[in-house]
């Protein structure tokens, strides 16, 4: 099969980790959408910069999320292994984790442990865990990047807009998905408690 020319992509949709991306891309896949009709779809190892260089006159379509809901959700997600949407084994790194942290609420804690041992395993967990450690300053490398960028970013939209927001655009998106959201909820991995742990995670899980 021949590639589709970097010129004809005129969209690219970004997928950042536990953002809804996976149902976006099956999305677009039942509804044809495609690089035949000028739309990309990112992998995980795709960052904002990247995608921008690659398709060079294409605007790109974010779907954001808050960063403790995408935390809270890769740590689940992780934790059972992609289950439901997805059968991806631990990593040796990851076993270590879960065999340490039991929520993402326990995991956030840790970051501002008194005891020095478990506080630098929390710092490691933080950056071993799929999803968690890119987090959405690697994706969108920060503000001053998306302001330079601006008129390269198409639409920035959450979730549960993305449907609505696609159906507005060029493409006809018809064939709704089953309602199997898998976006874990705000809930799930333990409450993180405290506004000092939240403030702990925010320092430690570089946002922008």
């Not at 991806?88 to 005891?115: C, K, M, R, Y």
């Amino acid at each position: 099969m021949t590639a589709t020319p970097a010129s004809h992509i005129k969209f690219v949709y970004l997928h950042i980790g536990k953002t809804g991306g996976t149902y976006i891309k099956n999305l677009f896949q039942a509804n044809d959408i495609g690089e035949t009709q000028g739309v990309a779809v990112t992998t995980h190892r795709y960052t904002l910069a990247h995608a921008l260089v690659k398709w060079p006159e294409a605007k790109s379509i974010l779907t954001i999320r808050s960063p403790i809901d995408i935390f809270r959700s890769a740590f689940v997600s992780r934790k059972n292994q992609g289950w439901p949407g997805h059968d991806s084994p631990h990593t040796a790194q990851e076993n270590i984790v879960f065999s340490h942290f039991d929520s993402a609420g326990e995991l956030a804690t840790a970051l501002d442990s008194e005891d020095k041992i478990r506080r630098d395993l929390a710092v490691l967990s933080m950056e071993n865990i799929r999803h968690v450690g890119k987090c959405l300053k690697w994706y969108l490398q920060g503000v001053k990047f998306l302001r330079n960028n601006k008129d390269r970013i198409a639409r920035r939209v959450q979730p549960v807009d993305a449907t609505l927001y696609l159906s507005t655009k060029r493409w006809s998106v018809s064939n709704g998905l089953p309602n199997t959201n898998q976006l874990h909820s705000s809930t799930e991995g333990g409450h993180l408690g405290s506004l000092a742990t939240r403030r702990v995670l925010k320092l430690n899980w570089p946002i922008i």
